[in-house]
Every structure is written in C-alpha cells, then in structure tokens.
C-alpha cells in the first residue's frame, strides 16, 4: 500500500470512467476502456493483489480490447442519443 | 532511496495524466490511439517501480512483460477497423 | 600498376554478376507473379514446394533447430530456475512451438547468413545510437525553440534492398531515429514523413541504407562498407 | 476484421513476436504455482499471439494454422485433460480433483503429487482458454460466414 500513488491511480481511474461513459464516439469508448483497464491493473498491483492484476493485464491487453472493437466493427460506431 | 523512486513514479503519473487529457479531449479516434499507447508505456514503468518499493521485482516483472508483449495488439487493431471502414 | 589491373578485373566481374543478377530476378520476379496470382493457398503451396524443391526440408529442419535453441535461451532468461523438472518443461514447451511455428521466426534468413550477422549488426549498433542521439538533440531543439521551425514534408525514395525483412528493419530503423516517420512501404518504395530540411538531407545521403545492407548481406551491390573494407586492404597491398 | 491486406512492417513484426508472445504463455501456465499467472491468463496470452495472427495474416493462412475444427477439438480435450484429473482422483477413492491420492499412481510423495495435479489441471485449462478465445474472435469477426462456404454454396445452387 502506498499512499500518494493509491490517490493519484483513484483520481484517474475516475476521469477515465466518467469518459467512457459519457463519450458519443463507441470506438472512442472502447479506446478509453483499454486506458481504464491499464489503470485498474496499477491499482490491483498497488494494493498487493498480484494474481488479479495479471489477469487484468493479460485479459484487457490481449483479449478485451480486440474483441469490443470485433463487436463495434459489426455495429454503427456513433450512437444515436 | 524509496523516496526517490516515489516521486519518480509521481512524475510518470503526472506525464499519464498529460496523456490522458489528449485521450480523454483529443479530437478523434486517432489522437486517443496514440494517448493510449503512451500510456500503456509508461504503465509497464511504474509497475516496475511499484515492485522495487515492494522488493519484489520478480513477480512485478511478469505483469510488466505481459503489456510489453501485447501491447500493440489493441493499437493495431484499431488501425485496422479504420482502415476496413474506409475512414483513413 | 597490377594494382590497377585488379580493379579493371574486379569491374569486368561486377559487370558479368549484374548481368546475371537482373536476369535472375527477373526470372524471380515472373515465378512470384505466378505465385501470387494464383489464388487458394493450396496452388500457392504446391507452387512454394516446386520452387523449393529439395532443399525445403532441410530448411524446415535448420528453421526448427534454430528457433528451438532461441526460444530455450529466451526461457531460460524468463525462467531462472535451473532444476531438471523445469528445464524439461522447457525442453517440452520450446518443442511445442517450434512445431507451430518454425516457419515465422527465421523464414526469409539465408543459410549460413546468421553469425555473420550478428556480428555485423552489433559492428553496426553504435553507429545507430549516436544517430538517435544526435536526432534526439535536435528535435528537442526543434520542439523547444520557441518559433518553431519546423518545415514537415514527405520524402519517397525507391530503395535497393530486396529482401522484406531489411524492408522492415530500413522501415523501422527509419522510425526509431526522431523526426521521420516511415509511413507506408508500397512495392519497395518508401513514403517517409520528415519534420525538418535537416533531417531529410540526413535521410537522403542513404548511410542508414547501406548500413542495413551490409547487416543484412544484401550482398550484390558495391556499397560504402564495402568499399571501406576494400581499401583498407588495398593500402596494405601498397 | 480478417480480411489481408498489404501491410508488410506489420505482418513482419508480427511474425518475429508471435513465437515469443507463445512461449512467454506456455512460461505462465507452467510457472503458475510459483509466481503469479496460471492456466487462464496463459491461455489468455496463447489466444492472443493467433488472434494476432489472424488479424495480420488474414483468414486464409490463419485457418490453416489454427481452423475452427481444430479449436473445437482443442477446447474439447483441455476439458477432458481437466475432467480426467478429477475423476482420476475420483477413481482413486478420494474427493474430486484431491491430488494428494494421485501418489499412488505416481510413485512420488503426496506433495510433488500435487504439484504435478495442479500442473496438469493448469495445462487443460489453458488449452481450452485459448481455444474458446480464438473461437470467439473468429466467429466475431467473420460473423460466422467464410467466403470459400459462399462460393461453395453459389456453385452447388
């Protein structure tokens, strides 16, 4: 546990979840998850929890990415709201 | 020593946060790619400097080597839904 | 005066191999138009096979051997636990995929080429980091002067190198240095971006070229290296 | 997302990582036990280097090296590798996958016994990771329609 890295990781991970999901652009949400996902796996890795971090970092890097992009790549990218 | 390593890794916070403005504001998908793979950079840095505080460089290493190897894959694959749709 | 006759001679045998050499790949040139305008993957196999004839399966072996050897090194690093129950782990998994994969890692590498190689790369390696660093340095000037002055252009240059694997390493090397940017490689013809006069003229002279020529044994144009290594030998004859 | 086209830096690159993105996920499931990672996050990772393939070499050669049947069957026989452990232990007379009874079998005391449980387990685990990913992506990406089954059909009517 270290405090001053603990506080900086929460106040991203913050901004990037407050602009996936108030983004208009789908790929753009997609985009700005993987930056969530980077975050998160700090944060595990800050607060001892190693075994998740890893499988947050292997899932969201090799995996979640390229399937949510597969997915928009069948859809319309721009929401209609 | 520890010391110097947390303000080291708060300067690498403070240069994702930098990237994180143009991801977050950048003006189309292109800017937020590029953000995004700086930033996924300088996370594979401060993991190793979370396991030098940690004295435990050896597992820390490992969850680095992952975002050293696949990294690219998501930036890649957004290259080419733009270039299947047409876009560039 | 013999010394004279030598180059005369040498010039007349460079004619005769250039010759050869467009016939060749002209000839190269036609079976790969052949190869690649037949479409399934099967013509294209039996196309590969008919041209490669005999030596493929010793090629196959050489490509297994060799990526097994390096991806045991590579676990080994990874690893670090030198007990039997693991290296025979290792042993096992680097079989594994050097059965999946033996065609990717070395598939365009000539035999005999590698040593050579990697000697000449690590020849050539700090002549590329006092580039990057000498480029580094300017562009930092660039980038904080406050005027700016920079004039961004994109250069394309034809190269001479012929295999792809220099392709990517001339692209890439081309990257690493700041200030160029390699946008695209279309039929062998660079689309380079480059932010300022001064480092497209650094480009244009063709020294990173003939550096990765000579890493890479593109073996059958006289390049600077060469020539370099040539006198030195001519002035000890003298 | 599948379809080839001419970008040679890429498929290049990819060709050099690809052996090392496999061998790094075969280092993880193996070491599992004793630093983090295990059978999914190498799986995961397995998953990775032939979805990266897929998407830099295009359909074509991507099905030759790794085709839907083939994941069928390798996600089929990771969970038979799984299950068998388990009954194993089962047959054996004790709890379902207690890999202190496979001592019997195995000539080594109960400890390595488990180790040796808990790498097999592993193993069958990501194998079917790794295939259920690819199939995923695969069936994703080409909205489970491929072009030679279009053509097929045209002809035959």
């Not at chain 3, 692209?171 to 013809?189: H, K």
């Not at chain 3, 689309?191 to 480092?199: E, G, L, M, N, S």
């Not at chain 4, 599948?2 to 496999?22: G, K, N, S, W």
Request: some cysteine.
């Amino acid at each position: 546990m270290i405090a001053p890295f603990d506080i900086v990781i929460l106040l991203l991970v913050l901004i990037c979840a407050i602009a996936a999901i108030s983004v208009k652009d789908l790929l753009s949400a997609v985009i700005i998850l993987g930056a969530y996902s980077f975050l998160m796996c700090l944060l595990w890795s800050e607060m001892g929890a190693v075994d998740v971090a890893f499988t947050e970092a292997s899932v969201s890097a090799g995996i979640g990415t390229v399937l949510l992009i597969a997915a928009v790549s069948k859809t319309k990218r721009r929401s209609k709201d | 020593m520890d010391n110097f390593f947390l303000w080291l890794g708060m300067g690498l916070f403070f240069l994702v946060l930098l990237c994180l403005y143009r991801g977050v504001f950048g003006p189309g998908v292109l800017n937020r790619v590029a953000a995004i793979s700086a930033i996924g950079t300088k996370t594979l840095v401060i993991l190793l400097i979370m396991g030098y505080i940690y004295q435990r460089v050896d597992m820390f290493v490992d969850i680095s080597m992952v975002y050293a190897l696949l990294n690219f894959l998501g930036t890649i694959t957004v290259a080419k839904y733009l270039e299947m749709s047409g876009e560039i | 005066m013999e010394v004279t006759v030598l180059i005369q001679t040498a010039d007349k045998a460079f004619e005769i191999l250039e010759k050869a050499r467009n016939e060749a790949r002209e000839l190269l040139y036609s079976s790969a138009k052949i190869a690649s305008e037949t479409k399934s993957l099967e013509a294209k196999r039996a196309e590969q096979a008919f041209l490669s004839g005999a030596q493929h399966t010793k090629l196959a072996i050489r490509n297994y051997t060799l990526t097994f050897f390096m991806l045991f090194a590579f676990w080994v690093l990874l690893s670090g636990r030198l007990d039997l129950f693991h290296l025979t782990l290792g042993v096992l998994s680097c079989l594994l995929i050097s059965y999946l994969s033996y065609d990717l890692l070395f598939a365009n590498v000539r035999i005999g080429d590698i040593r050579i190689m990697f000697k000449r790369f690590f020849a050539a390696a700090p002549w590329f980091l006092s580039q990057i660093f000498t480029a580094n340095l300017h562009v930092a000037y660039l980038a904080l002067s406050p005027k700016m002055p920079i004039d961004p252009s994109i250069l394309r240059f034809n190269t001479k190198l012929e295999s792809d694997i220099s392709w990517v390493a001339l692209a890439n090397s081309i990257t690493l240095t700041p200030g160029t940017i390699t946008i695209d490689i279309r039929d062998g013809e660079f689309f380079v971006h480059a932010i300022d006069k001064k480092v497209a003229s650094d480009l244009d002279t063709g020294e990173m070229e003939d550096k990765i020529a000579h890493v890479f044994m593109e073996a059958d144009h006289i390049y600077i290296q060469d020539i370099l290594d040539v006198s030195r030998i001519f002035g000890e004859l003298k | 997302m599948t379809r080839l086209t001419d970008d040679i830096i890429i498929r290049a690159v990819a060709r050099i990582m690809i052996p090392f993105i496999q061998i790094y996920a075969l280092y993880v499931i193996m070491h599992g036990h004793h630093s983090p990672g295990g059978g999914f996050q190498g799986g995961v990772i397995l998953g990775a280097s032939f979805i990266l393939y897929l998407i830099t070499h295009g359909l074509e050669e991507a099905r030759a090296r790794m085709s839907e049947l083939k994941a069928g069957i390798f996600s089929a026989s990771g969970l038979l590798i799984y299950s068998g452990i388990g009954l194993l232990c089962l047959i054996l007379g004790s709890n379902f996958l207690d890999y202190g009874r496979l001592s019997l079998i195995l000539k080594v005391i109960p400890a390595q016994a488990r180790s040796l449980g808990i790498l097999g387990v592993e193993i069958g685990v990501g194998i079917t990771v790794m295939a259920v990913m690819f199939s995923i992506f695969f069936d994703i990406s080409t909205g489970g329609i491929i072009p030679e089954d279009e053509e097929i059909k045209e002809e035959n009517g």
